[in-house]
């Protein structure tokens, strides 16, 4: 995977609590690229996302009615916070807007942030593009917000979550039996994480594998 690379020039996380990213302004991959979501994104495509029980299957957001009117909300929300990232995953073969990832909260004193993240467009599904996503995403936060460790929960049966996680050097945690539920059924709560260290020598063996 081509090393992910930022466009601007930003310095670590500071105790303004400012962003250090700015609308506009793109992470890039080689299948993937990634900017902060912006409220023209809030439209219909958006929401059928939200209200696909194939899409929403894993995220906590179908627990409740979604309208483009709370995803504006939403979105609004994550601009002002200055310890949350939201961004859009742009698909490099045609430029659309296909899905989310999320780093955040970023907690400014033990440095630690989650991340989440899903595929909106199904056409999109099993392309690696949800793996990119998290990596950019991850690299943002370890090279830019200066973070010592960042984490993900996910549900028990969500395996392909859960390969984006490992394809990205995330270690399997902990397991909270049976409290998630999905449907009718309990699902365990799997936790991952990926601290400094171990997201250092990850590059490093990447960089290895890569063509000269």
Known sequence: MRHPQYRANMSSLDA????????GEFL?????????????????RYLSWL?????????????????????????E?????????LFCIIDRQDGRHVGNVKL?????????????????????????????AIGLATDFGFRFLGLNRVQAGVYGSNLGSVKALERNGFRAEGCWRR?????????????FGLLREEWQAWQAAVRRLEPA
């Open 16 to 23: 303004a609590s400012s962003k250090v990213m700015r609308l």
């Open 28 to 44: 890039e991959g080689s299948r993937t690229r990634l900017r902060l979501v912006e409220l023209s994104d809030c439209g219909p």
């Open 51 to 75: 209200r696909d029980p194939e899409v929403n299957r894993y995220l906590e957001t179908r627990w409740q009615l979604q309208t483009e009117e709370s995803i504006r909300s939403f979105v």
């Open 77 to 85: 929300a994550m601009q002002a916070d200055p310890w949350s990232y």
């Open 104 to 132: 955040g909260p970023v907690s400014p004193r033990h440095l630690c942030a989650d991340v989440s993240y899903f595929i909106g467009e199904r056409s999109c599904w099993g392309r690696g593009l949800a793996s990119e």
């Open 179 to 191: 409290q998630l539920r999905s449907g009718q059924e309990w699902e365990d709560h799997l936790w």
